[in-house]
T-cell receptor, first 115, second 112 residues
């Protein structure tokens, strides 16, 4: 069965610093997507970044980038130049069916960015 | 685009009452998803639709829960009768096939 594990329940970082959130998953599929979602205190779920497994290049969206290690089944999120608005829960998500529609979410990492 | 729209944003009801949550997906998206988020169980997929047809409802917890999608722009999630353990945040999300899901703001349900 596909599983997603986020081993860091909480993390803290100061403004302008860099932080990395970890995520590991388990699958027997060879082609899939991986997602990071952000949930700020407003509770809105916001897509941060996505990675296609067939792409060797790591995805980047402005200050957010991933370190995708397919063989190790690892998908970490790096946030550079952290801002106060990055304070949120971050969820790693992985589709558990070949249609990429049934997402299974990790338990989340609560990130606190302090001044 | 207005994004995924959910109503109501907050619902407080008493045990035994019927609750109906509503969702309008993003125009053009033909996949719609209902999730439930609780502290204990995290974010769980309840049911999803493709082209208004329910594809997988294996996450629906009990027969008290039902979902419909009468057309491409509207879906409901109904709980009848509601129980205190149904208290949670319920999210609706929509997507194009095989693409990322866009979430609505959620409905916070409290059953007393």
């Amino acid at each position: 069965a596909q599983t997603v594990t986020q081993s860091q329940p909480e993390m803290s970082v100061q403004e302008a610093e860099t932080v990395t959130l970890s995520c590991t998953y388990d699958t027997s599929e060879s082609n899939y997507y991986l997602f990071w979602y952000k949930q700020p205190p407003s509770r809105q779920m916001i897509l941060v970044i996505r990675q296609e497994a067939y792409k060797q290049q790591n995805a980047t969206e402005n200050r957010f980038s991933v370190n995708f290690q397919k063989a190790a089944k690892s998908f970490s999120l790096k946030i550079s130049d952290s801002q106060l608005g990055d304070t949120a829960m971050y969820f790693c998500a992985f589709p558990m069916n070949t249609g990429f529609q049934k997402l299974v979410f990790g338990t989340g990492t609560r990130l606190l960015v302090s001044p | 685009d207005a994004g995924v729209i959910q109503s109501p944003r907050h619902e407080v009801t008493e045990m035994g009452q019927e609750v109906t949550l509503r969702c309008k997906p993003i125009s053009g998206h033909n996949s719609l998803f209902w999730y439930r988020q609780t502290m204990m169980r995290g974010l769980e997929l309840l049911i999803y639709f493709n082209n208004n047809v329910p594809i997988d409802d294996s996450g629906m917890p009990e027969d008290r829960f039902s979902a419909k999608m009468p057309n491409a722009s509207f879906s409901t999630l109904k709980i009848q009768p509601s129980e205190p353990r149904d208290s949670a945040v319920y999210f609706c999300a929509s997507s194009l096939p095989g693409n990322e899901q866009f979430f609505g703001p959620g409905t916070r349900l409290t059953v007393l």
